[in-house]
């Protein structure tokens, strides 16, 4: 099936810093890459997805770009503020497999003001 | 605005009881999934169904079932339950066609076997 392999496991930044988070998958069919946002004790929400016919997509400070070639895509978060403290998980679904996603194993942004 | 609700957020059994976990969604989802989420371990899928009756196994199947008799109502069992299924589980669901589109979770239910 599906591996997906997110780094880093753990991101610490300044607030007003860049945070990128990166991830690699296997299956070249690939075709959905979502990430989503868990806030403490909080259910995962979607924040930003991706689907293979885009190379990159934006939304106010958070960006996702997709390079197909190499299997791998990023999530790029501008000028970081507190509250994007959380875990941020990347997923792929591989078209023809079914219904499910595969997540990566997560990163734990931490943003000090 | 999509609601997806689980039975109960905290959850103390012992070993070898059977434990069953609900999950309700009302969105009219064709799709319904169970995951574990472990620390260090990311999101794990447990089983997905995609239709009242219908089940498939998903990453980490064993020690597990699951029922789906209604379309809003995907239930996790735990036949006997064991000390290392102690974890965090959460129910999504999402739309047909699913796989690429949101998934919508629940709040969660942490369970601890004793």
């Known amino acids: 099936g599906e591996n997906v392999e997110q780094h880093p496991s753990t991101l610490s930044v300044q607030e007003g810093d860049s945070a990128v988070i990166k991830c690699t998958y296997s299956?070249?069919?690939?075709?959905?890459f979502p990430w989503y946002k868990q806030e403490l004790g909080k259910r995962p929400q979607l924040i930003i997805d991706i689907r293979s016919n885009v190379g990159e997509k934006k939304d106010q400070r958070i960006a996702v770009t997709l390079n197909k070639t190499a299997k791998h895509f990023s999530l790029h978060i501008t000028e970081t503020q507190p509250e994007d403290s959380a875990v941020y998980f990347c997923?792929?679904?591989?078209?023809?497999?079914?219904?499910?996603?595969?997540f990566g194993k997560g990163t734990s942004l931490l943003v000090t003001p | 605005d999509v609601k997806v609700t689980q039975s109960s957020r905290y959850l103390v059994k012992r070993t070898g009881e059977k434990v069953f976990l609900e999950c309700v969604q009302d969105?009219?989802?064709?799709?319904m999934f169970w995951y574990r989420q472990d620390p260090g371990l990311g999101l794990r899928l447990i089983y997905f169904s995609y239709d009242v009756k219908m089940k498939e196994k998903g990453d980490i199947p064993e020690g597990y079932s699951v029922s789906r008799e209604k379309k809003e109502r995907f239930s996790l069992i735990l036949e006997s339950a064991s000390t290392n299924q102690t974890s965090m589980y959460l129910c999504a669901s999402c739309p047909y066609p699913a796989g690429d589109d949101e998934q919508f979770f629940g709040p969660g239910t942490r369970l601890t076997v004793l």
């Open positions: 299956d070249s069919a690939s075709n959905y």
């Open positions: 997923a792929a679904h591989l078209m023809d497999s079914g219904y499910a996603l595969n």
């Open positions: 969105m009219d989802h064709e799709n």
